[in-house]
């Protein structure tokens, strides 16, 4: 009796062990298809290849700002995680002209977050908007007492 209830243990773990990947990421792909369905047309087909930008938690200002700043040959598809900005300001940087940007929701809780993209990266969010096209301070996410806003540079 006590091998078989090993063995149903191990099994059950098994189980686990695989099903939890698959619904990360489900939930991933999901985020991504909400982002290429705001922009309608783009270069990635169906199962596109793309890379995860971790964001920092900022506290009072301390705590490191967050970049992307190597340009790639052609398209990029890049999923920016959540940023948390708590009284104070922080900097989240998009620099790559190629860069597919699709950021998942930002909190600012008296606080300012800037998210300064390149001029012709294109921008979007998981609940499936369209963030500013040109230098505008009504970005999407959650801001109670504080600020959210998109600065367009290298538009030379």
């Given at each position: 009796m006590q091998i078989a209830h090993k063995q149903w243990l191990i099994g059950l773990l098994l189980g686990a062990s695989v099903l939890a990947p698959a619904l990360a990421a489900e939930e991933i792909d999901s985020s991504i298809a909400s982002c290429l369905k705001a922009w309608g047309k783009h270069p990635f087909g169906k199962n596109p290849q793309y890379k995860t930008l971790s964001t920092a938690v900022k506290v009072f200002g301390i705590g490191h700002d967050t970049a992307d700043t190597?340009?790639?040959?052609?398209?990029?598809?890049?999923?920016?995680?959540?940023?948390?900005?708590?009284?104070?300001?922080?900097?989240?940087?998009?620099?790559?002209?190629?860069?597919?940007?699709?950021?998942?929701?930002?909190?600012?809780?008296?606080?300012?977050?800037?998210?300064?993209?390149?001029?012709?990266?294109?921008?979007?969010?998981?609940?499936?908007?369209?963030?500013?096209?040109?230098?505008?301070?009504?970005?999407?996410?959650?801001?109670?007492?504080?600020?959210?806003?998109?600065?367009?540079?290298?538009?030379?």
């Amino acid at each position: 009796m006590q091998i078989a209830h090993k063995q149903w243990l191990i099994g059950l773990l098994l189980g686990a062990s695989v099903l939890a990947p698959a619904l990360a990421a489900e939930e991933i792909d999901s985020s991504i298809a909400s982002c290429l369905k705001a922009w309608g047309k783009h270069p990635f087909g169906k199962n596109p290849q793309y890379k995860t930008l971790s964001t920092a938690v900022k506290v009072f200002g301390i705590g490191h700002d967050t970049a992307d700043t190597e340009p790639t040959p052609g398209p990029a598809l890049v999923l920016v995680n959540p940023g948390v900005n708590v009284a104070g300001g922080t900097v989240v940087q998009v620099l790559n002209p190629n860069g597919w940007y699709c950021f998942r929701t930002t909190v600012n809780v008296m606080g300012g977050m800037t998210i300064k993209a390149h001029c012709k990266s294109h921008l979007a969010t998981t609940a499936g908007d369209l963030l500013a096209a040109k230098n505008e301070s009504e970005a999407k996410g959650v801001t109670v007492m504080g600020s959210t806003q998109v600065e367009r540079v290298g538009c030379d």
